[in-house]
Every structure is written in C-alpha cells, then in structure tokens.
C-alpha cells in the first residue's frame, strides 16, 4: 500500500517513509542525547552507518553521496555536533554534495528557556554551508520539511540541505493534511541550452579557429565523461581541468589532456592566449589560488561557460555563461557538430608543463601506478603535489579521483569510507599527508565496524608541507607549528584495529607494501619521508 494511503501514524512513521520513498536506506550519523527518538528501533530495510564524530561522518556522507549521485541523510547531535561537522560541511557544500542534515534539537517547551542542549539558531548556524535551512514551526511539518530537504539537496545545483528537528517530535501522532502527502511527490529534469542558443554555439565552434576546453567537476558520470571526450575529438581540441577540480569530467589518458589550468590568473590566461573560443564545461571560471594579473583573459579570447549552478554563473569573471544541464548540453552540441560535418584532424599532442611533487608522493604515485587496477578510485588530500598526480595515476572513468573541493584538510579518509560504501566493487585509495589525516583519523574505525577494504596511504614528512611551501613563496620565516614531531601513525592505526606498515619513500617498497596480504578490511601504509 501507498505511504499515503496507509492510515496515518507518527512524524516518525512519516518520515522514514521518506527515507524510503528518496532509496535513502543508509543512513550517517554520531548518536546523541536529541537522535535517540528518531533512532530507536530502526526498521531492518534502513543502514545506519556510525562514527566516532560528526566531522568524521559528514565526510563519509560526503563521499557516499558523491559516489552514488543520490541525496544522503546524515543525522547531526544539535548545536555542538552541527559546530563539530561544519569543517566537513563546507567541503561537502563547495562540492555540491547532496546532504540532507538532520540535526537534532532540544524538545519545544524547553528551547524557549535555553535548556541544555538546544540550539539557539538551527537555521543561522549553517547557513554558510548549506543551500537552505529550517526547523519546522511544529511537529506536523516535519516529514514535509524533511522531503523539501530531499528534492532541494538534489536538484541543480546540487548540495546540502539543512533540517532541524525537536526530540519530542518523533512520537507525536500525525494528523491528516494536505502537506504530509508531499512525500510521496517525485522532481526530475533538466533542460538542455535552448535550440537557438546551441545552434550559435555550434556554428561558433565551428568556425573558431584554436578552440579550447577546459572542464569541470560537473561533467564527471557517465552522461558527460564520454560526451567531453566525443566533444574534445570533433574539435581536436586541447583539454584543461579547472583548478584543483574536486572531481575529473575528462580522462587524463586522452591525448588532448594538457592538465590542471594554472592556479594562478596570470598563467591562466596566458595558457589560453593561442585559442580564440574557450569552452567551460561544468566548473567556474576560474577559482584562482592566486590573482596577479588582471584581466583574466588575454585580448582576442572569447569564452563560452555552461554551468546549472545561477550562482557560480553570477560569479564567473569573464565572458559568456549558459545555465543548462550541462551533460545534456555536452551531448547535443555533439550531435550539432555532426549534422555540420564538422570535425577537425587531430593536431600533435598539447605541450604538457613539467609537473613537481612534493618528497613522498612522487615515490607513492609510482608505486600506485605499478599496483592499483584501472577501476580504482582515488581520493586525494595534497594539493601541491595535483598536477603531478593527474601526470603520474591516469584516470580513465567516471568518479575515479576526488578532491577537497574547499581544499579543507580531513576530507579524504573520510570520503574515501563513504565512497567505499557505495562502490563496493571498486579499489578504493586515500592518498593523504600526516597533517591532514589527523582531522579525521576516526573514520578508520567506521571502515573497520563495516569491514571496507580501502587502502590508507599516509605520507609522513614530519609537518605541513603545502603551509611551508607557501611562506617559501611569500618569504615568511619563523612561522610556528608548521612541524608535526613525535606522532606514530602506525601504533594510531592499530590503535583502531587497522594492519599498519611503515615504509621509506622507496616505490619498491610502497608496492612490496600495497601488494602484502593482509584480513579483510582496511589497511594504513606510512610512507616516511625526512623532515625539512
């Protein structure tokens, strides 16, 4: 029968029958004193997925979100656990990652005497990380408001939705009204450009003497990947991947791949300089780590974007933007340049730059390359050494590497739990410095509880590096805390119940390492590299 033809029960019932109704049967969470009503007794058909904190579980529900492309519940303990999460939060909102945050609240005739543990402003509080927030005006409202959550953290742009709930809420019995039957309603589609503005497009790239691409995260799935490519081929047209893209739209093996568009403006527009037509697919333009030089594009290159996001489109700093479903979009003007007959010989390869890594993850790559298969997906934590991965770990299919999409330190093990999760049949790799794997070490222990098989490779070089890099370049001396002596990862790992090894920075050694055989579940491997 129905949910909404069935007699009406508690907020509870409701609720879990929205769950039910968005597939969303795993469920995140750190229990707290304000979870305890919705989480008594679930029914057998919902998962729930425990942590030992709440950024530690954000993250993991970042990563499972992102791999399965479906909102995802993670449930929050009020104030503190939503202050503990938001590190995580904004990571998971730079990479419009579909949460549903259900956090908890004190009961309702108490928030108005600032009890312990209500939370003075459910809606303030993350707001900077979240598309929309709200804490139902009764208990009545509660399932509606929950499935408001589902259809906004998954509609473009996509990201999380924030919903607090009182404890006493659960149990109250749920009157018939028209708001309930709202979760049983559905939202699809996404509009591809219009007709007249794709057959501009079209002939503009047509006739465009170097075009260009450069992609975003927002054509990595199976729609969009192998379009871009099909797009990259008619135009014989060199590829960029915007700055420390979160996700790979494009595979790096295809012999247009130049690599990651230069962090900073100068550069950047110096890159595109030889190309008259710039096409952005699915990212911004640009995120600059660093802006020397204005403007940021040389005279005579014009640029075309395609974004579902109004606004990342308000805050591009150069050229044209068209809102569309961007794969969709990718797929037409394909199908544009065929009716054209429009399709340029390959050129010789693009000049690649030299790509550096950082001591340790250089030696980590080659042993990576020799060992993990191409099905494997790759989570990654350190941004000075990017480029040099993309060179040195091909990626070859959709959802094959991930990144810290606000460049926030913790987002890796912990995604890489999540992302485990949802493609159990998939090699699953972390690849993290000793600094940032310190922000969420806890996720270990959700990786044990479920037995995931992912492999944690650590590189230890005694502090952080990309903060030392970056006082190299801006000639600061004698800044504090910037060496991290005296921590045993391995002992930590096992501390967890997680096989450890510890090897030099040897690509011999890292693969004897990845290849040992080891019980089921998840392993660290320490690569230690000598301090500067």
């Not at 679930?42 to 909102?71: F, H, K, M, W």
């Not at 600061?476 to 990862?489: C, E, M």
């Not at 392993?523 to 000598?530: A, D, F, G, K």
Request: aromatic share 6%; charged share 15%.
């Amino acid at each position: 029968m129905p949910a909404a033809a069935r007699p009406p029960g508690t907020v509870r019932d409701a609720v879990v029958d929205v769950l039910r109704h968005h597939r969303a049967h795993v469920l995140f969470g750190n229990p707290g004193t304000t979870e305890l009503p919705f989480l008594a007794d679930l029914p057998p058909d919902l998962r729930y997925v425990a942590g030992l904190n709440e950024s530690s579980v954000t993250a993991i529900a970042d990563g499972y979100a992102q791999a399965t492309g479906r909102p995802v519940l993670v449930n929050l303990h009020t104030a503190p656990g939503l202050g503990n999460a938001m590190g995580s939060l904004v990571n998971a909102y730079a990479a419009g990652s579909p949460l549903v945050v259900l956090t908890g609240q004190q009961r309702r005739d108490l928030i108005g005497a600032d009890a312990i543990l209500t939370n003075r402003n459910p809606v303030l509080l993350p707001l900077g990380a979240v598309k929309h927030a709200e804490e139902p005006a009764g208990a009545q409202d509660v399932p509606a408001a929950l499935a408001r959550a589902f259809h906004l953290a998954g509609l473009p742009p996509t990201g999380p939705v924030a919903v607090s709930v009182p404890m006493d809420d659960w149990d109250r019995p749920l009157r018939p009204a028209p708001a309930t039957t709202a979760i049983t309603t559905r939202v699809t589609g996404g509009a591809t450009a219009p007709a007249d503005v794709l057959e501009e497009l079209a002939d503009r790239l047509a006739a465009a003497r170097s075009p260009a691409l450069v992609v975003g995260p927002g054509t990595d799935d199976r729609r969009g990947y192998w379009a871009v490519a099909e797009l990259a081929d008619r135009l014989a047209a060199p590829v960029w991947v915007t700055p420390w893209a979160h996700r790979l739209g494009f595979p790096t093996d295809h012999p247009g791949f130049v690599g990651q568009l230069p962090l900073d403006s100068g550069p950047a527009a110096a890159a595109l300089e030889p190309h008259d037509l710039v096409l952005v697919l699915g990212g911004p333009v640009f995120r600059y780590m660093f802006a020397e030089q204005w403007p940021a594009l040389a005279p005579g290159t014009e640029l075309v974007a395609l974004t579902d996001d109004p606004g990342q489109a308000a805050r591009n700093l150069a050229g044209e933007t068209v809102l569309c479903d961007v794969p969709g979009t990718v797929r037409a003007l394909c199908r544009a340049l065929a009716d054209r007959g429009s399709e340029r010989p390959p050129g010789p390869p693009p000049a690649r730059p030299p790509a550096e890594a950082t001591p340790g993850y250089a030696q980590a790559a080659l042993a990576l390359h020799q060992v993990m298969p191409p099905e494997a997906v790759l989570v990654v934590e350190p941004p000075q050494s990017y480029e040099y991965l993309l060179r040195a770990l091909p990626r070859t299919r959709p959802g094959s590497l991930y990144f810290a999409a606000a460049c926030g330190l913790g987002f890796a093990l912990g995604a890489a739990v999540g992302i485990q999760l949802a493609e159990p049949e998939r090699p699953v790799v972390a690849l993290v410095g000793d600094g940032a794997v310190q922000y969420n070490l806890q996720a270990l222990w959700t990786a044990v509880l479920e037995r995931l098989p992912i492999t944690v490779l650590v590189v230890n070089n005694g502090g952080y590096g990309i903060l030392k890099d970056f006082a190299d370049r801006g000639r600061l001396s004698a800044v504090p805390a910037l060496d991290l002596p005296h921590i045993d990862l391995t002992a930590l790992a096992r501390g967890y119940q997680v096989p450890a090894l510890r090897v030099p920075a040897d690509p011999a050694r890292i693969a004897a390492a990845l290849r040992t055989p080891l019980p089921p579940g998840p392993r660290l491997i320490e690569v230690v590299v000598p301090a500067r």
